[in-house]
């Protein structure tokens, strides 16, 4: 057997909420719309992973996402520009990722990342 998609639910009664943050900034596609799902990704092809932490690095809490983006200065800026409040960073990690946590409409705490 081989694991071909790992699929992030999160439950909200607002589904337009996501759009502004995961499409409108983001860039993500709107995948999928039945009113009561709406799934936004990308067709890229992603390695597939699952993490385990007990913190989240450098003493921070443990996101609920991590989205790795290639510039995460620009997508610092354009979650600025769209209102978000950043809660951490931006840092230069010493395992070489550039990283911040914002958090999503629905209280999701995301870590956006570009490897160095």
Known sequence: M???RIVTNIATKDIAAAKRFY????????????????????QQTMTVQISFMAQG??????????IEV??????????K?????????????PWGVRRFYVRDPFG?????????
């Open 23 to 42: 499409h409108d900034v983001l860039g993500l596609d709107i995948l999928m719309d039945h009113g009561w799902i709406a799934t936004y990704g990308s």
């Open 57 to 66: 690095g450098s003493d921070t809490p443990v996101p609920d996402l991590s």
């Open 81 to 93: 520009a769209a209102g978000f409040a950043v809660e951490y960073g931006p840092a230069d990690e």
């Open 70 to 79: 290639d510039d995460v200065d620009a997508a610092l800026d354009a979650m």
């Open 2 to 4: 081989t694991v071909r």
């Open 108 to 116: 999701r705490l995301v870590n956006i990342l570009s490897h160095r």
